[in-house]
């Protein structure tokens, strides 16, 4: 299996480079780790939009042994934080035409709703909530309490654009993660914040103090409003540069989420 995740990493630059998509190179190399959890559950992505993440996180799940994934994004513009760049009415042909393109169209189980909707039925076990969706302050919330009971000890929650100015990722990873006994491990891989679900095991002292830390730092950028003045947005850049969100040893950093124990499994 590491041999296969070596092979895919060495080949991501291409993969990233074939779909039009908001996460970098370094996000995708952090999205590729997680079908590699050792935990039972599915993969659940919500905002998949031209298929960018969809098309990694199933390129990895594959390697992984994992048949497929689950992902759902209504596909039209329903937030006033989605993005705009592609014509209107034509994204649901872009992002099933980039999944053909890419060959993993069979390993998506694909639901064209809205998040909301999707969790009238959900029954499965989720070992990776990845939410790249509705980044208004009410939309991420819903998606993280929507599903947060469905979680398995040891499963990963990842919100996407923490470190940009929306209102709601920051917020949830601030009050919902870091100031959360729920969550152990914790961290920012780039713009993406994440955290590692203990289900009611008590945080080490190494992961009070790692929350504390990037709750003191993330809680300055926090407070500086959305819509900026140039003076703001510059203030904005520094402090956030001085938060930690450099890429992890990703070999190191799954046996760490892997040595998770719970009395739980």
């Not at 993005?83 to 694909?110: A, M, R, T, W």
């Not at 929306?166 to 713009?191: H, N, R, V, Y």
Request: charged share 30%; net charge positive; hydrophobic share 35%.
């Amino acid at each position: 299996m590491q041999k296969g995740l070596n092979k895919l990493l060495e080949s991501l630059p291409l993969l990233f480079a074939q779909t039009e998509g908001h996460i970098s190179e370094k996000e995708a190399r952090f999205l590729t780790l997680l079908p590699f959890l050792e935990f039972p559950g599915e993969i659940l992505e919500i905002g998949s939009y031209k298929g960018k993440s969809t098309i990694i996180l199933a390129k990895a799940a594959q390697i992984a042994g994992m048949k497929k994934i689950y992902a759902c994004d209504p596909l039209f513009q329903s937030s006033a934080t989605d993005p705009e760049d592609y014509p209107e009415n034509q994204l649901p042909e872009i992002f099933q035409n980039n999944l053909k393109k890419s060959g993993v169209k069979d390993l998506i189980h694909f639901h064209k709703v809205k998040s909301k909707e999707l969790s009238r039925t959900w029954e499965q076990p989720i070992k990776v909530l990845w939410i790249d969706g509705d980044h208004t302050l009410e939309g991420a919330n819903l998606d993280f309490h929507l599903f947060k009971k469905h979680l398995v000890p040891g499963a990963i929650v990842a919100y996407h654009d923490v470190l940009h100015p929306f209102d709601g990722p920051i917020d949830i990873f601030i009050k919902e993660m870091l100031q959360s006994d729920d969550f152990g491990d914790c961290g920012l891989w780039g713009s993406i914040g994440w955290a590692q679900y203990i289900k009611g095991e008590i945080p080490t002292e190494k992961q009070k103090r790692r929350k504390e830390i990037l709750y003191r730092k993330l809680r300055k950028l926090y407070i500086i409003p959305t819509k900026q003045s140039k003076i703001l947005k510059l203030k904005y850049n520094f402090r956030r540069s001085r938060i930690p969100h450099k890429e992890e040893n990703p070999y190191q950093w799954l046996r760490t989420m892997n040595s998770f124990k719970s009395s739980d499994l």
